[in-house]
C-alpha cells in the first residue's frame, strides 16, 4: 500500500535515442511523487523551510530496474513512508507501467534533517516527524521495525 500516486506520461525528452527512459530521469519522476506526497501531508518543500527552518536531502539511494519505460508510456509512481529514528526517514518507491501493470523501477532513499542555516543534524521538528509518524503505511511500519 502507498501513500500516494503519482501518474507520469513518459516525453520524447524523457527517452534515449532507442526511445527508452534515461535512468536519470527516474529521480525526476520520483521528484515530482515526493511533491505529492509532501502535498498529501499539507506542505511543500518551501513550507517546511518556512516554518521549521530544516532542509531534507537525500543521503541514501538504491533501486532495482525490472522492465524498460518507453516513451509515451503512462507510468504509476507509488511512495511510502518509513520513520527509522529522529532524524531520518525512508520513502520506499516503485514505479508500474499503467497500461501492462508491469513493474520498471522499485527501490527506496533515505532523507536526513538538517538545520536550515549550519547543515547540521536535526531531529525532525516535532510537528513534521508526528506527519511523518501518523503516514506510514502498516508494511512500512513492520519493515521499519526491522532496521
Do not use: K
Not at 536526513?112 to 549550519?118: F, I, S
Amino acid at each position: 500500500m502507498s501513500l500516494t500516486r503519482t501518474e507520469i506520461r513518459v516525453q520524447w525528452a524523457d527517452a534515449d535515442p532507442a526511445q527508452i527512459v534515461w535512468h536519470g530521469n527516474f529521480l525526476r519522476y520520483l521528484d515530482q511523487a515526493e511533491q505529492d506526497l509532501f502535498g498529501a501531508l499539507g506542505l511543500t518543500y518551501q513550507s517546511i523551510d518556512a516554518r521549521f527552518a530544516v532542509i531534507l536531502p537525500r543521503t541514501r539511494f538504491q533501486c532495482t530496474f525490472r522492465s524498460p519505460a518507453r516513451v509515451g508510456d503512462h507510468l504509476v509512481v507509488e511512495l511510502s513512508v518509513m520513520v527509522l529514528h529522529p532524524r531520518r526517514i525512508r520513502v520506499p518507491f516503485t514505479i508500474t507501467n499503467r497500461e501492462t501493470e508491469r513493474r520498471v523501477l522499485e527501490g527506496d532513499y533515505e532523507m536526513a534533517c538538517v538545520a536550515r542555516d549550519t547543515f547540521a543534524p536535526s531531529d525532525f521538528p516535532p510537528a513534521l516527524f508526528e506527519l511523518f509518524v501518523r503516514a506510514q503505511t502498516p508494511e512500512a511500519q513492520v519493515r521499519g521495525s526491522a532496521d
